[in-house]
């Protein structure tokens, strides 16, 4: 038996404050990029799960603690989830807190077809600077870009290049690392100097505009896989045509 493939999809956002009404934006979001998802489901303390008859409700009064606690559609057989992560400013680009927003999906034709749509409106709804969502595959790959050795600095797979540890990225604008789709606030495209109408005709022609002025931009047609050669080929050129992302460049 195989175990099926999932979709991983991050945003990073201004932290939460106050009545802040962007977790419902990001649930609602989700929803609404995949038709019959609901997502009215929480985990009790004991982690079992209980339905939430008055969800916004209950996800308003948490976003008040600065919480952006889990919810799911508790279907085993097609587990989607999304939840939020509080970083201190300690961790975070230019010293200022985030909120990590996370979601989880299989990786169907279904969410496949709906993929941009879902980052669009999550990481629009949260109004955050930059995201992405890549298989989970090839997102194990992206994370050894940070990830320290014992012997110090990071040892990547496959030629990728190394990169920042996120509170070391001078500014929370300047996005991580690539995934399959990206997500670039307009503050995030200034920052690492997209689009050039010569240079990205190619990342163009996958891209998408978004309402407040930032971009969704596919790296490959199909979700990304590194066992490709095509598709290694087209995240490291990517990567070399943006090097301030991941903080691999130093502003004169």
Known sequence: MTTQSTLILIVYAPALVGDDNRTLAAVHGLERALPGLRLEWRV??????????????????????????????????YPVMI?????????????????QVHAKLPLDAAVIAAAAEMLERVAEGTRSFWGRATPDGAALDIAYQTAPTLE??????????????????????????????????????????????????????????????????????????????????ALLRTYERFPEIGGRVTPG
């Open 83 to 99: 939840s939020g992560l509080h970083r201190s400013a300690y961790e975070s680009p230019g010293g200022r807190p985030q909120l």
């Open 44 to 77: 009790t303390e004991r982690r079992r799960l209980a339905a939430l008859p008055q969800r916004d409700a209950w996800l308003a009064e948490e976003a008040t603690r600065g919480e952006f606690p889990m919810v799911c559609n508790n279907d085993l057989r």
């Open 152 to 233: 110090g600095p990071p040892s990547p797979r496959r030629g990728l290049p190394a990169l920042k540890l996120f509170e070391d990225i001078r500014a929370p604008e300047i996005p991580y690392y690539l995934g399959w789709l990206n997500y670039w606030s307009e503050a995030a495209a200034r920052a690492i100097g997209f689009p050039d109408p010569l240079r990205d005709a190619e990342l163009l022609s996958r891209a998408r505009r978004t309402a407040s002025g930032g971009w969704v931009v596919q790296l490959t047609d199909a979700p990304l896989d590194l066992d490709n050669p095509a598709h290694l080929e």
